[in-house]
Structures are given as structure tokens and as C-alpha cells.
């Protein structure tokens, strides 16, 4: 498996609007290293990032220390702002034609590689209303906000196509560049 080596700007200026809006942007640039504000704040959506520009913004967003629930938020945010840039067409008519999180799951493969070079990930479906998503080889996933926010995201993406969603992080078997999330809906 490749290891990740670029991640899209789409999701680190998703992560930072996010933070603009909750008020956290202050404390979020006196975390991250004074050479990449210049990076951060130029970003133009669309464009690839090396991983450690993308390493260095989680790590700021990790030292916020967020609760739980703040950091729920965040994801859930990102979440939506990149399904419209990635996914929006398809969510717009899978919405209106009585679509469910299978009709966005099964295009997450395509998605994934649309925002991270390398790791790879995977959706298996174990039930009509569950899934387990396998995350495996990504280095982000070792900055516990990341983490955090990663549950968060795939919560919101089917959200948008059901009235309730659960998700549980499983164990990760002590890889702390996996995860493993069972997601199920109503």
C-alpha cells in the first residue's frame, strides 16, 4: 500500500472555514508552525498538498484541544463543504431519487483517492443499513483530532441520506495508522 504522500487543499480549507466559523482560527494559527501560515492562508481549493503541510494542520488542530463535541462539529462541517466540492451532483440526485448512504459508499473508493494520495480505504457492507469502513496506512490518522474528525465525516456523509446515523470506532488491532468505524442508519 503507498503511503500517503499528498492530501487535496479541498479538505484542509474546508478544516479551516470550519474553524473560521466556530471562532477558532486565532488559536488554530499560534499552533501551527509560523512557516506554513503563508501556505496556509494562499491555499486555493482543488490543488494537492505535500502530507506534512496537511500533517502540521492537524497537528495545530489537535493542540486546540477540542472536546468531543466541538471536534464532532468540525468534521461534520468538512464533511458537507467537501461533499458538495466532490460528491455534490451525486448527493443532489441521490437525495431526490430516495437514495441511501450505500449510493455514496459505493463511489468511496473513488471519493478517497479524489482527496488522499495513498493509504487506502474500504466499504463493506454487512448489513441493508450497515457498513464497516476500513481505513488503512494513513499517517493523519495517527493525530487523535484527526481521528476524532474522521468519524465525525463519515457520520455526516450519511447523514445526508438518512434520518438517523450510529457510528462506533472499532478497535484499531494497535495500528495507529488505521481505522476501522461500523456505521449503521435509519
Not at 487523535?144 to 450510529?166: I, Q
Request: with cysteine.
Amino acid at each position: 500500500m503507498p503511503p500517503v504522500t499528498r492530501v487535496r487543499s479541498t479538505l484542509i480549507t474546508a478544516s479551516l472555514h470550519a474553524l473560521r466559523a466556530m471562532g477558532w482560527e486565532d488559536a488554530y494559527f499560534g499552533h501551527l508552525p509560523a512557516d506554513r501560515h503563508d501556505t496556509v492562508r494562499g491555499m486555493v481549493a482543488g490543488s494537492w498538498l505535500a502530507v506534512d503541510v496537511a500533517l502540521d494542520h492537524y497537528r495545530a488542530c489537535d493542540a486546540l484541544k477540542l472536546s468531543a463535541n466541538d471536534i464532532r462539529a468540525l468534521g461534520e462541517r468538512v464533511s458537507m463543504r467537501t461533499q458538495q466540492a466532490f460528491v455534490g451532483t451525486i448527493l443532489r440526485v441521490a437525495a431526490g431519487a430516495g437514495a441511501t448512504p450505500w449510493h455514496l459508499y459505493k463511489n468511496a473508493h473513488r471519493i478517497w483517492e479524489r482527496m488522499i494520495d495513498g493509504a487506502d480505504q474500504c466499504v463493506s457492507q454487512i448489513g441493508p443499513k450497515e457498513a464497516v469502513v476500513n481505513i488503512v496506512g494513513c499517517v493523519l490518522l495517527e493525530i487523535p483530532y484527526f481521528r476524532d474528525a474522521t468519524v465525525a465525516y463519515y457520520r455526516a456523509a450519511a447523514a445526508n441520506l438518512s434520518r438517523a446515523v450510529y457510528v462506533r470506532e472499532e478497535r484499531s488491532k494497535g495500528l495507529r495508522s488505521s481505522i476501522e468505524m461500523r456505521i449503521s442508519w435509519a
